[in-house]
C-alpha cells in the first residue's frame, strides 16, 4: 500500500496539440482571439437578454443559461491550452487535472440537458401554441434550469470522485490539450471495469435519453410543419428553431464521435480534432449562430452596443 501511494502521480503532462514550431504564434494568437470571441458574445447575449424586455421569454432565458454553460467551458479549457501551445506542453498539478475534467463533465452535461430543454420549449411553441404560455410558465422554466444545473453538478461530482480515487502509477503524459477522461484513464494502474460501466451509464443518461428526446420532438415539429398549407408559413416556423437544430447537430456529432464511437477507431488526431470542435468552436458557435438567424436578437444586441458606444463618447 506505501508503494502504491509513493508511486502514485501527482502532476500531469499535458502534450496539447503538438502544433508546428512555425505556425506556434499564429496558432496561439487564433484560440485567444477565439477565447475572447466567446467570452464577449455569450457576454453580450447574456446582456441582451437581461436589458431587453422583448427577449424575456422562455426560449431567451434558455439561450442565457446555454451562454453562461458555453463561458464556463471556454474558461475551464482554453486559458491553459494557450499555455501548452506556447510552452508546447505544460504540466499541471494531478488535483488541477481532476478540477478541470470536473468542470468539462458539468459543462458538457449542461450543453446535452440545455439544448433538450430548448427543444422542448420549441416542439411546445410548434405543436401546442395554443397552450405555450400556460405550459412554459415562469415557474416550470426556473425548475427545469435548477434541474439540468443540479444534475450536471452531481454527474461531475460523482465522475470525478470515482476517477480521482483510482491508482495512477505512471507515466503521467496525457496526449491531449485537456484532462479528458479516455486520456486520464489509460495512466491508471486500477481496474477501471466500474468507472467504464459508470461512464456508459452517464452516456446513457445526459447523451442518449436527450438525443432521443430531441429527435422525437423534432419528428412531431416536421410532421406539424408539413401540415402547414403554405411554403411561407413553413419557413417562418422552421426558422424559429433552425438555430437550435444546427447547433444540435455540431454538438451532438462531435460528442458521439468522441464518446460513443469505440477510441480504438480513432487516432489520436482524430479524438483532439473532434473534442476540439465541441470545446472550443461550439461555444463561439452558439452565439454567432443565434445572432445571424435571430432579428429579434440582433435588434437587443444592436441596442446594447449603441448604448455602449454613446457612453463612452459622453466621457
Not at 3 to 21: V, W
Not at 205 to 223: A, E, G, M, R
Amino acid at each position: 500500500m506505501e508503494e502504491k501511494n509513493a508511486s502514485r502521480i501527482t502532476m500531469i503532462h499535458l502534450l496539447g496539440l503538438q502544433t508546428p514550431h512555425s505556425i506556434t504564434f499564429l496558432i496561439f494568437f487564433l484560440f485567444l482571439l477565439n477565447y475572447c470571441l466567446t467570452i464577449c458574445g455569450n457576454f453580450l447575449i447574456i446582456t441582451s437578454v437581461s436589458y431587453s424586455k422583448t427577449l424575456h421569454s422562455p426560449v431567451y432565458f434558455f439561450l442565457t443559461q446555454l451562454s453562461l454553460s458555453d463561458i464556463l467551458l471556454a474558461t475551464d479549457i482554453l486559458p491553459n491550452m494557450l499555455h501548452a501551445v506556447l510552452m508546447k506542453g505544460i504540466i499541471i498539478s494531478f488535483s488541477d487535472c481532476m478540477t478541470q475534467f470536473f468542470f468539462v463533465v458539468v459543462s458538457e452535461g449542461l450543453e446535452c440537458l440545455l439544448l433538450t430543454v430548448m427543444c422542448y420549449d420549441r416542439y411546445v411553441a410548434i405543436c401546442k401554441p395554443l397552450h405555450y404560455t400556460l405550459l412554459m410558465n415562469f415557474q416550470l422554466c426556473w425548475l427545469m434550469i435548477i434541474i439540468c444545473w443540479v444534475l450536471s453538478l452531481l454527474v461531475g461530482l460523482i465522475g470525478t470522485l470515482t476517477v480521482s480515487q483510482l491508482n495512477f502509477c505512471g507515466p503521467n503524459i496525457v496526449d491531449h490539450f485537456f484532462c479528458d477522461l479516455d486520456p486520464v484513464l489509460q495512466l491508471s494502474c486500477s481496474d477501471i471495469a466500474n468507472v467504464l460501466l459508470e461512464v456508459t451509464i452517464i452516456n446513457f443518461v445526459l447523451v442518449v435519453i436527450p438525443f432521443f428526446i430531441i429527435i422525437v420532438s423534432y419528428i412531431y415539429i416536421i410532421i406539424t410543419i408539413f401540415k402547414i398549407p403554405s411554403i411561407t408559413g413553413r419557413q417562418k416556423v422552421f426558422s424559429t428553431c433552425s438555430s437550435h437544430l444546427t447547433i444540435v447537430c455540431i454538438f451532438y456529432g462531435t460528442i458521439v464521435g468522441v464518446y460513443l464511437v469505440p477510441s480504438r477507431g480513432q487516432s489520436g488526431g482524430i479524438t483532439k480534432f473532434l473534442s476540439l470542435l465541441y470545446t472550443v468552436i461550439t461555444p463561439l458557435m452558439n452565439p454567432i449562430i443565434y445572432s445571424l438567424r435571430n432579428k429579434d436578437l440582433q435588434k437587443a444586441v444592436a441596442k446594447i452596443i449603441n448604448h455602449g458606444m454613446q457612453l463612452h463618447a459622453s466621457k
